[in-house]
């Protein structure tokens, strides 16, 4: 075919183009930037941080762990009391707690009284003993159990057991695919050939799958699951399993609240703690204009190594908890609505030494590939997992929803 005759000075658009059966630029070489600039790079810092701590292989799809705490040293009355009585309700259940020769200081007066003895949740006392006088008992008075004093010679006590709890989860499959035809797969590109360069996405992308599960995930099974009634079981993560530490912010997060809130973790658990907050919780975090103990936002961590369970932390946040925790920007739940106590204005506090990643064993994520049909004129690959996380103890972990950006 004859070309185009161009008299002249040949300006650019006189050049051979695009040819008419294809999209190729004809004789001209497109400046391309060989980087391709990634929106949203990895950001699954829960994942990389459980993945860094101790982990142990599970041998069945469900896993199974033990949960005990120390017997129980705090009683309540239920009614108010004289100074003379000697016998008044316990909240029910109580009487488990005490029995005879037990010493029970009230929190509130002070006075110390000695369990004589125990009927149901009604107990009867000796009181006033020590120094302090006895006093009026008000209703819902709380009493510690400090310990039992029992007399020389005396028989032995009787037993008494906190019954452990059973915690549980179950292993969830998840498959990241991708595939081309075989020619593609051929075909020389800007920024590499496929399938190595969809790999590498693929890769960040089920990487997130995990990231969300740790936090998002739902715990079930399912025994039969169509079509071919095979099982199949989810993982639960950390907003199914939190329970007790779990509060509504309802508004622009304060000061106060986030302290009432954080005490009450540091109450309990151990002290590697870490804060995964949304943007709009650290929005509030920042704008709190504190002194003394109370300056708690550092961008800069006091001097302390940002590298926390190999993820570079964002900031920390002090106070009269006595440390610094590592504050986490999940930068990516900007992508979740805030109204309507939505993704977008939730803030997590985990206890690391109370969260393990559970891959079932050889099912750890793996980069499998040529898995097209046989015969098929393609490339087909995944990376696959089968893992859960064992979540223990949710009390010392805390959960802040409803937070919303100050004005």
């Known amino acids: 075919m004859a070309g185009t005759i161009v008299q002249g000075n040949v300006p650019t658009e006189a050049q051979v183009g695009p040819s008419a059966a294809t999209s190729f630029a004809g004789e001209r070489i497109i400046d391309m930037d060989e980087k391709i600039r990634v929106l949203r790079?990895?950001?699954?810092?829960?994942?990389?941080?459980?993945?860094?701590?101790?982990?142990?292989?599970?041998?069945?799809?469900?896993?199974?762990?033990?949960?005990?705490?120390?017997?129980?040293?705090?009683?309540?009355?239920?009614?108010?009391?004289?100074?003379?009585?000697?016998?008044?309700?316990?909240?029910?259940?109580?009487?488990?707690?005490?029995?005879?020769?037990?010493?029970?200081?009230?929190?509130?007066?002070?006075?110390?009284?000695?369990?004589?003895?125990?009927?149901?949740?009604?107990?009867?006392?000796?009181?006033?003993?020590?120094?302090i006088p006895a006093a009026a008992i008000n209703a819902g008075d709380a009493w510690l159990v400090t310990g039992d004093a029992q007399p020389q010679g005396s028989d032995f006590p009787t037993p008494r057991y906190l019954a452990r709890v059973l915690g549980f989860n179950y292993t969830q499959i998840t498959r990241t695919t991708w595939g081309f035809t075989r020619t593609d797969t051929q075909i020389n590109k800007y920024g590499g050939k496929e399938p190595a360069k969809e790999a590498k996405r693929k890769a960040r992308e089920h990487k997130k799958k995990w990231e969300m599960i740790g936090f998002f995930g739902a715990r079930s099974f399912a025994a039969a699951v169509p079509p071919e009634n095979?099982?199949?079981?989810?993982?639960?993560?950390?907003?199914?399993?939190?329970?007790?530490?779990?509060?509504?912010?309802?508004?622009?997060?304060?000061?106060?609240?986030?302290?009432?809130?954080?005490?009450?973790?540091?109450?309990?658990?151990?002290?590697?703690?870490?804060?995964?907050?949304?943007?709009?919780?650290?929005?509030?975090?920042?704008?709190?204009?504190?002194?003394?103990?109370?300056?708690?936002?550092?961008p800069g961590g006091f001097g302390h190594s940002r590298d926390v369970y190999g993820v570079n932390v964002d900031a920390f946040i002090s106070g009269a908890y006595g440390y610094q925790i590592p504050v986490v920007v999940k930068k990516e739940w900007s992508e979740f609505p805030v109204a309507n106590n939505g993704y977008g204005g939730y803030l997590f506090l985990v206890d690391m030494d109370y969260i393990e990643r559970r891959p079932l064993q050889d099912a750890d994520t793996k980069l499998l590939t040529d898995r097209q049909p046989a015969g098929k004129d393609s490339y087909n690959a995944e990376y696959m997992t089968e893992a859960t996380y064992e979540i223990a103890q949710e009390r010392v972990h805390g959960l802040i929803y409803g937070i919303t950006a100050p004005p």
């Open 41 to 131: 790079p990895d950001e699954s810092q829960f994942t990389t941080m459980t993945s860094r701590t101790p982990t142990r292989v599970a041998t069945s799809e469900k896993v199974n762990w033990l949960e005990e705490e120390d017997f129980p040293r705090i009683v309540t009355n239920t009614a108010a009391q004289l100074v003379g009585d000697t016998t008044f309700p316990l909240t029910a259940g109580q009487g488990k707690i005490v029995m005879g020769n037990d010493m029970i200081r009230n929190m509130r007066s002070g006075e110390m009284a000695r369990v004589v003895s125990v009927n149901v949740d009604a107990i009867t006392v000796a009181r006033g003993v020590g120094a």
């Open 230 to 298: 095979n099982p199949r079981g989810t993982a639960g993560g950390l907003v199914e399993f939190i329970q007790t530490n779990k509060q509504n912010s309802g508004g622009v997060l304060s000061p106060t609240f986030f302290d009432s809130f954080v005490s009450a973790c540091m109450a309990v658990g151990g002290t590697n703690k870490v804060i995964f907050a949304s943007p709009v919780a650290v929005m509030c975090m920042s704008n709190w204009n504190r002194q003394g103990m109370g300056a708690q936002w550092d």
